[in-house]
């Protein structure tokens, strides 16, 4: 029998999609649906996340995860470089802005977030656009523009001390950039870390160069045509050939606000990714759920599972009811985790700290009736497995909890402990790639997919190896 195909269109070709497609078409919903992706960057999907190669000079298809003839392989529509204005959600259309239209049966908005742009003196020109020598890090048109513009020896300054503006620096710095980080709090990355592991992280940062300058914001930017400096609230005036903007992200509801749909600080969903429109559902950066926004991959992906179990049928009663927060990242070269709360909510919360100054590594546990409420790891990362796992499913901590921080426990894991989260792929799993042959985190990733997500554990599955070699050593070479 030949079933009318229900057309899908999906809004935004960023991380989200690109997930949520291999999910559908895991599920064979192809065989229900007629895909048509809008995206209004150039081409197929990328890792955003490994953005900073680009910025360091790497071609972009070096991080381009669905080129555009995947999409061809699997009969979906890419239209790119193109920007969608809004959903005419009684003609059920898509509307561009180049004037197209587009029917749809169902639509799943996927816009991600924007770098929030602080309205300061002198930050954009007469013709409304950012002015010459400003410049936000979210897409590989932000790093090639930067590329482009930056110079060796020239200085540049960058608003915000949290993940992203950090990455923007080592990486200008790197290319021989006169670095200055302007933080307006008092230590750095403060929304995953506390004011000692702030001040650790501020420490290494600076031994790569880069200055940092916290509980300081950027009043103005000065210059002519281009950038020339920025005036600081102190009255500080620091001259700069770039001024990079990393203040945070926020949630893109243009299109959806264009359509009518109820928007929030993102575009409000419930447990099935629906927004009340029926057939218009919104997922990743863009969508808020139960009063909450995110802003970093794992629960975009956790959302695009839920979203495909619901639209193939395959899985109608999948839920998605929020997301536990971790986060594991190489902050210019230092290694950091954290999750859950950053200090003792309640009087009878315990935390358990190590600082090692002269390693410049900072670990802290913060425990309440024996449980891990939150963690934090600076320069020592090999627990985070382990208490990710502890943290996520609320497992009981040993009797000393300092004992979920020893590195053997977290790397001679259990067979069901989840080393790549982004993947769900187990400690178990691993071990049999690397029986199997696998003697490399990239001939890992080949096998199981492990460490080609956000790419945070990949020091585990690097340790791994290691283990395994050491307890079976190859035989050494017979000697005549
Ligand atoms: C430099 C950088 C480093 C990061 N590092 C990490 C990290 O280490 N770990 C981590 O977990 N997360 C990290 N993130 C965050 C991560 O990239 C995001 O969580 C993820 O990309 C969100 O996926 P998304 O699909 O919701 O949004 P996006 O990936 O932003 O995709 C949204 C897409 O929709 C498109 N779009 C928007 N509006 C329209 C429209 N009207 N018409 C057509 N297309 C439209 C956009 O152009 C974009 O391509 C990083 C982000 C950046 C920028």
Known sequence: MNIRKKKLAIIGNGMGTCRLLDELVQRNALDNYEITVFGEEKGGAYNRIQLGKVLAGEAPDSIVTKPPEWYDTHNIRLTHSTRVQKLDTLRRTVETADGHSRRFDVAVLATGSQPLVPPLDGMTGEDGELRAGVFVYRTIGDCLRMREYARSGDSAIVVGGGLLGLEAAKVLSDLGLHVTVIHVAQSLMNAQLDPAAGEMLERQIERCGIFVRTGRT?????GEERASGVILDDGTALPADLVVLACGV???VDVARASGLPVNKGIVVNDTLATEVPGVYAFGECAEHQGKTYGIVAPVWEQAAVLADVLSGKGPQARYRGSKLYTRLKVAGVDVASMGSLEPELESDQVYQIIEERRNAYRKLIVRDGRLVGAMLVGNTLATAN???LFDRGDPLPEDPLEALCQLRSTAATG???ICNCHKVTAGQLGDAIANGADSVAAIGEL?????GCGSCKADITQLIALRKKSSP???AATG
Do not use: S
């Not at 199981?448 to 080609?452: I, P």
């Open 250 to 252: 926020r949630p893109r």
């Open 218 to 222: 950027v009043e103005a930017v000065y």
């Open 474 to 476: 190859e035989p050494a």
């Open 387 to 389: 208490l990710v796992q």
């Open 448 to 452: 199981t997919k492990a460490g080609t």
């Open 416 to 418: 069901d402990r989840i």
